[in-house]
């Protein structure tokens, strides 16, 4: 049966039912349903269109495949209803929209699969559960950063003040060598305490509070951003602007959240090495305004959504729940201190970072909420 008899079907038993499809038009979780042998969509309602960011129309010819991806679980849901094992089967997923988009949004969501009486058609419905998890999320963060800055504290003291006195006796060292050919081993102490003192000064540097507070525009600041990286970068790169022109300007420390934002994109620059020197290497710099936002348990009305994403290897497994700790790295060489800074930096304006990665995107998060007479603190 095509797909298109199957839509006429399902409308020809909406005719006899008629409050089964105004039923569903109404609901506030998104429905599809879709035929269950080619997984063909054959009706979405509302909410199902606003989930996904397509209208009806643009769904009609989609699979659950393209909608979703290759996702074993859901699959397996859709079998056990199809092979009428189990009449309704419900679980909690990650679902990944539109996978043939370089911008995917993960979506953390209750997911419900049933049989309807006609049993060519199956429904699928699904609600976001990303709240919940965002405010647990953010406890866990606030948490983290609290234990960083007591990790900073610690290493000042215990780190910083024996430097110095090594720094200082190797000086002093050198000075009393009877070879000069030695002093090539004191030049090493005296250099290596240097770079330790640089990297204890790096950790601190991000406790600072934002001390110039101004409006301005997000996307001159990612402007700036995309020409640095480019710079570096000039072959092999694209980064592309998807941009909300009406955007308003955010209020404070201009550098601060042009380093959060340089650290992410130029670490992404590094994992896509592959991908530059193959040409295909993308960066998504995504803007828009999001609305009635809930932040460190705090609800603001307006907030400066800013998505990263690029079309990289992804994010090894075992680190991806410790990228915002201090010297954690996937990189070989890597400091370890990019995202630490960009964490705190956005945090220090009442915002939240969050990170989602799987092979061929990897997407950075970042809301800075919008306030009445703002103050970055």
């Known amino acids: 049966m095509s797909a298109g008899l199957l839509r006429n079907s399902f409308k020809g038993a909406a005719s006899a039912a008629p409050f089964f499809p105004t039923l569903l038009d109404q609901m506030p979780n998104a429905i599809v349903v879709f035929e269950a042998e080619s997984q063909q969509l ?25 909608l979703f991806g290759e996702t074993g679980a859901l699959q397996d849901m859709i079998t056990e209803v199809k092979l009428g094992h189990v009449s309704a089967q419900r679980q909690e997923m990650v679902l990944y929209a539109l996978p043939s988009r370089i911008h995917q949004d993960s979506i953390p969501a209750h997911v419900v699969i049933a049989a309807l009486e006609d049993p ?3 429904m699928m419905e699904w ?22 800055k007591q990790l900073m504290r610690n290493l000042a003291h215990e780190i910083k003040n024996p430097l110095g006195g090594i720094r200082g006796a190797a000086q002093l060292l050198e000075f009393e060598l009877p070879e000069k050919g030695l002093r090539e081993y004191t030049q090493v102490i005296i250099k290596e305490s240097d770079r330790l003192q640089t990297l204890v000064d790096r950790l601190l540097a991000p406790h600072r509070k934002a001390h110039v507070i101004e409006a301005f525009s997000m996307h001159e600041a990612l402007e700036r951003v995309r020409s640095l990286v480019l710079a570096e970068f000039p072959k092999g790169l694209k980064i592309i602007r998807n941009y909300d022109t009406s955007l308003p300007d955010v209020m404070g420390d201009r550098e601060q959240l042009i380093q959060a934002v340089l650290n992410i994109v130029h670490n992404a620059a590094q994992a896509l090495a592959e991908e530059i020197q193959a040409g295909v290497a993308q960066i998504e710099l995504n803007t828009r305004v999001a609305r009635s936002v809930t932040i460190a ?54 915002g939240f970072i969050a990170c989602n990665s799987r092979p061929g995107c990897t997407d950075f998060h970042i809301q800075i909420p919008y306030r009445r007479q703002e103050k970055a603190s």
Do not use: W
């Open 42 to 66: 054959v009706y979405a309602n509302p909410a199902a269109e606003s989930a996904l960011d397509l209208s009806r129309k643009s769904l009609e010819g989609q699979t659950v495949q393209d």
């Open 120 to 122: 060519d058609l199956i």
């Open 127 to 148: 609600f976001p559960i990303d709240q919940q998890l965002r405010s647990e999320r953010d406890e866990r963060v606030t948490q983290q950063v609290e234990a960083n």
């Open 297 to 350: 348990k705090q609800r603001y009305k307006l907030a400066m959504d800013l998505h990263i994403i690029d079309n990289g290897p992804g994010i090894p497994e075992d680190i991806i729940e410790r990228i915002f700790f201090p010297l954690v790295t996937g990189r070989e060489g890597g400091s370890g201190l990019g995202l630490t800074l960009a964490q705190t930096f956005v945090q220090q304006h009442q």
